[in-house]
Structures are given as C-alpha cells and as structure tokens.
C-alpha cells in the first residue's frame, strides 16, 4: 500500500544528513489532550455544551465506529449524520463539522516536549504517529506548530490502520525511509500499542508520567 504524503511535508527538502534511526511520538495523551469540539466543551458558559457534551458521549461509546472512523472508513460528516448531532439545539447546517475543523486546526502541543524533540531532530528523525480521524489528518496542514516540529506524521485515518498493528501502521514508512524496527522508538500512552511495536522488533517508551518520559526520552537520546 502506498501511504499518501501531505504536502506540508512533501515540498520540503530532504534534512541532511538522513538519520538512521527515527522516533515515532504519538499525539493524543501525549503532546494534546483536547477533546473533539473542544472550544464548545472547555467553555463552561457555552450555550450548547450540554447537548454536544451528549451528541460526543454517544459517538465515543460506541467503540466499533470510532475504530473503523480512525481507518477512515468512516468521515466526521458520518459522525455527525449517524450520532445526530443536527438535533443540537442552535447547531446550524455545517456548524458541527465547521467547528470540528477549526478546532482541530487549533490543537497545540506541550511546549516542553517540543522543545525535546526540536533538541532529537538534530539527530534522528521524529515522526508524529496518530491514531485519529479525517477531521484531524485535514487540519494538519493547517497547524504551523505540527510542520514545524516533525519530518512527517503518519495518521491512521490515511494509513488504513492502527498503531496496534505495527506492520501495516509503520512498516511501508520504514521500508520507504530504509529503515527497519530496529532503527525506531515509539513514545505512546498506549500499553498496548507498545508492546506491539516491541513485539515487531522496535522499542517503545510508555508515556504515563510527562516529568519522568522526558527525562527517559533525554537519556535514550543522549541529550
């Protein structure tokens, strides 16, 4: 499967020297922690944050369709179609998605970690590494601080995997870049995701605790 390259990333030119080694860094739970629709969540005061508050807990329960909407066989259109979303009170035609897409767009990272991966970059390859949604992968080009702080990012949404399955999520990228699971490191908050990528011959940093991860992610790199 040839895995697209976002254009942000595309018309750079190449970093020299190639680092033989890359670190993979997972997104959410670990650089973000903002929900979907978060500018109508976090504000309290808002006048429709009750009924979205509903409409989000409806999509996120149901585990099967937030699986397959982050292997994009699903869009944010369907999402919103599916788990009703036009019933939120003052929510106009398109205001959802709109929304959605400004607010993803907006999605910050934690400085402190950036400022460790800017110090790596000079000496491997960082690559943001994203089980995530249409919605997201769409807003990349959009978020400056995203393209300034990675070589690439690979989205599930756009790889037609997920993390947990390491050689269809990460393997046509190693096997792009001539590098191997052996030349990487995966940062995720995910058990899971990291033991099958230790599994497929890489290894994997378990981000739990931000103070203690960037002082493992410091040694692992001799910073």
Same mark, same amino acid.
């Not at 191997?180 to 290894?203: I, K, M, P, T």
């Given at each position: ?116 991966? /800017?110090?790596? !970059?000079?000496?491997? *390859? $960082?690559?943001?590494?994203?089980? =995530?949604?249409?919605? +997201?992968?769409? #807003? ?38 001539? /590098?191997?699971? !052996?030349?990487?490191? *995966? $940062?995720?908050?995910?058990?899971? =995701?990291?033991?099958? +990528?230790?599994? #497929? ?23």
């Amino acid at each position: 499967m040839s895995l697209p390259v976002r254009a942000s990333f595309a018309a750079r030119p190449p970093r020299l020297p190639l680092w033989q080694r890359v670190l993979f860094v997972d997104f959410n739970g670990v650089l973000n922690h903002d929900p979907f629709w978060s500018s109508i969540l976090t504000a309290k005061a808002h006048e429709i944050r009750v009924p979205v508050q509903s409409f989000v807990r409806r999509v996120f329960s149901d585990e099967a369709f937030v699986r397959d909407w982050m292997r994009g066989v699903h869009s944010a259109e369907d999402a919103i179609r599916r788990f009703d979303a036009p019933t939120v009170p003052k929510a106009k035609d398109g205001f959802m998605l709109e929304r959605l897409t400004q607010d993803c767009a907006a999605m910050r990272l934690d400085g402190e970690i950036v400022q460790v991966l /800017l110090k790596i !970059r000079q000496h491997s *390859l $960082v690559v943001l590494a994203t089980d =995530n949604m249409d919605c +997201f992968a769409n #807003a990349i080009d959009e978020n400056r601080e995203i393209r300034d702080s990675f070589d690439d990012v690979l989205c599930s949404c756009e790889v037609g995997a997920l993390k947990e399955e390491p050689k269809h999520f990460f393997g046509p990228w190693l096997k792009r870049h001539g /590098l191997s699971f !052996r030349d990487a490191v *995966l $940062v995720d908050d995910s058990a899971q =995701n990291c033991r099958a +990528f230790e599994e #497929a011959g890489g290894s994997a940093l378990r981000f739990t605790q931000r103070d203690s991860a960037l002082v493992s992610l410091a040694r692992r790199f001799d910073l």
